[in-house]
Nanobody
Framework: QVQLEESGGGLVPAGASLRLSCVVS????????MAWFRQTPGNEREFVAVHSVRGGYTKYSDSVKGRFTISRNNAENTVYLQMTTLKPEDTALYYC???????????????????WGQGTQVTVSS
């Protein structure tokens, strides 16, 4: 059973940086395309970033492009989301997700991911 556990969230002022981590257990990270999504109360889950299982391809939402960086360390079974120049609108519950089958053209859709973590809260004050 694959399990994902996020950490690294917190309360920070606008302009600060945070690094989120997602540790995968139960299988090898190298088998999975990994993504980050976020959600605020009353809103749908929003795609943030994805890192492909092969080739190191990445994709970002327009709202975070240039500020967030997704990376992975297969040896440590960990995926990271480095967030810089944080804005109040980045406030959300951040989830990591894993899929062994999703293709990059569909990778922004949460329904393609079979494994999810419980989320870590990021709050950015103005």
């Amino acid at each position: 059973q694959v399990q994902l556990e996020e950490s690294g969230g917190g309360l920070v002022p606008a302009g600060a940086s945070l690094r989120l981590s997602c540790v995968v257990s139960g299988d090898a990270l190298r088998r999975y395309t990994m993504a980050w999504f976020r959600q605020t109360p009353g809103n749908e889950r929003e795609f943030v970033a994805v890192h492909s299982v092969r080739g190191g391809y990445t994709k970002y939402s327009d709202s975070v492009k240039g500020r967030f960086t997704i990376s992975r360390n297969n040896a440590e079974n960990t995926v990271y989301l480095q967030m810089t120049t944080l804005k109040p609108e980045d406030t959300a519950l951040y989830y990591c997700a894993a899929s062994s089958t999703v293709i990059m053209s569909a990778s922004t859709g949460g329904r393609h991911y079979g494994y999810w973590g419980q989320g870590t809260q990021v709050t950015v004050s103005s």
